[in-house]
């Protein structure tokens, strides 16, 4: 039960609510009652006050002479409460006179009386001050006032009576008993129809996501309200979905595309083959003839397989990196030494430039594959008798190395797709050539390894006179 979201939100909503509850009616019970002995205090304090001024104007009626207990009993009788008590002593502990209220019956032997002052009496001598006392079932809130009529000492105790405030506030405890757990009860079926409102596009966006799989990858969640939460979380599923679907059609289509790669040589060795085999009598000849086109293709299909393989390696992130440290230059002039022959056949002219030493630390055979990638196709379209320059140099902290042909150009529309897997701007040319046919495969290749060292190649110009291809990578490409 507690794995569901919309119980747990349930609860604790249910709890803060709770707590919340509980903190206020303790609060307001208590400042309430602090209130209310607050009030009771100062009210004592007024009618002590008013109690000595009749006892001292008693006490300066000189027709009297000897008025000392009259005196208070008169300030008794005058002052007559329901809910006060007024209460006398000398210093002795002797009582000198008793107020009426509705809580003292008017007989003075009353045990009530007695047990009042017998509570009274300890503190007829402690210093003024407030207190709370409990007599019986009675609780007073009591002042004392020490005065002295005619120098005589005397105590005066102010009992107010709390009955009708505890009345009061144990009504109002009983009211919370009841509310509060009236409003927890309400405040939990609420917030659980809220957290089941508010969860619900989640519910659905989940019966949504567990239909799609990877034949109806193009299906998206729907978003009710982009702006909220939830609308921001199917977004961010859906663009996921994306690149997924991306992905894997990107992945559909190398699959697609290496199969159909690997057919062509594939037909032609079994073909091949199988003319050779069909044949009763063979001049050796012939045979060499067949084993050549054998050879020739089983070398173009070992490389389509290798290009396919580094691809694949890339693709998944295991082609680690092995860096070491060397001179970009010298490797770029040892490339240009190696495509040498290569080129003499074609009567293309190499020559090769370097502006200054260039040392790099990265992963060294890769660089050299992806310079012999370029050379390649620099000398495969470029025709005999052009051609095939390579420059190297410091440019803004980073370094280019250009290639740069003589040969038939790429067309305008074709160029920003000539780093695509597969793509060959002239198939017929590109695969009829005897060095191995190219698949489509090389620049997307060269891409990867200056993407894996942090830096990039670019095709900075075709036109029918040539084109330029240059590599920058940065010092420390590794
Ligand atoms: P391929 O194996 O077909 O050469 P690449 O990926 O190396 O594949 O090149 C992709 C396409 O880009 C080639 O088929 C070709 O049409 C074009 N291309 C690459 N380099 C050059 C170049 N130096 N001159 C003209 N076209 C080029």
Known sequence: ML??????????????????????????????????????????????????????????????????????AAAIAEHRFRDVVFVVFDPQGDLLGVSESDHLPRRSED??????????????????????????????????RHFSI??????????????????????????FWIVIPVAILLAGAGGY???????????????????????????????QNPRDELGQLAGSFNELLDRLNESFERQRRFVADASHELRTPVAILCGEAEVTLGQEKRTEQEYRESLQILREEAK?????????????????????????????DELAAECAKNVRTLAAAKQIAISCEARAELPIR???ALVRRMLMNLLDNAIKYTPPGGSVSLRSSEENGRYRVSIEDSGCGIPAELQPRIFERFFRADKARSR???????????????????????????????????SVFAVFLPKSAA
């Not at 909503?13 to 009616?25: E, G, H, K, Q, R």
């Not at 005619?150 to 009983?174: C, I, M, Y």
């Not at 060269?446 to 029918?464: F, K, M, Y």
């Open 193 to 223: 129809l809220l957290a089941r409102r508010s969860l619900s596009p989640v519910v659905m966006m989940s019966a949504q996501a567990s239909r799609i799989g990877s034949e109806n990858l193009y299906e998206r969640l729907k978003v």
């Open 300 to 328: 173009r299909l070992k490389h389509v397989v290798e290009d396919l393989f580094t691809l694949a390696r890339a693709d998944a992130g295991q082609h680690p990196l092995a860096p070491s440290d060397f001179y970009l």
């Open 111 to 144: 045990p009530a009386r007695a047990t009042l002052t017998a509570a009274l009496r300890p503190f007829v001598t402690a210093p003024d001050t407030f207190r709370s006392i409990r007599v019986g079932e009675h609780r007073y809130r009591s002042y004392v």
């Open 362 to 364: 990265a992963d060294e």
């Open 150 to 175: 005619d120098q005589q000492a005397a105590t005066l105790f102010v009992l107010q009576s709390l009955h009708r405030q505890n009345e009061f506030l144990e009504t109002l405890a009983g009211t």
């Open 432 to 466: 009829g050539e005897s060095d191995g046919g190219g698949a489509g495969l090389g620049l997307a290749i060269a891409a990867w390894i200056a993407g894996a060292h942090g830096g990039t190649v670019e095709l900075t110009r075709s036109t029918s006179e040539g």
């Open 3 to 72: 794995n569901s979201v919309r119980i747990r939100l349930t609860l604790w909503y249910t709890a803060a609510m709770t707590l919340v509850l509980v903190v206020l009616a303790a609060a307001t019970y208590f400042l309430l009652r602090q209130n209310e002995v607050r009030r009771a205090d100062a009210n004592a304090m007024e009618l002590a006050d008013s109690f000595l001024a009749t006892v001292n104007a008693e006490l300066g009626d000189v027709s009297k002479p000897d008025n000392v207990d009259p005196g208070i």
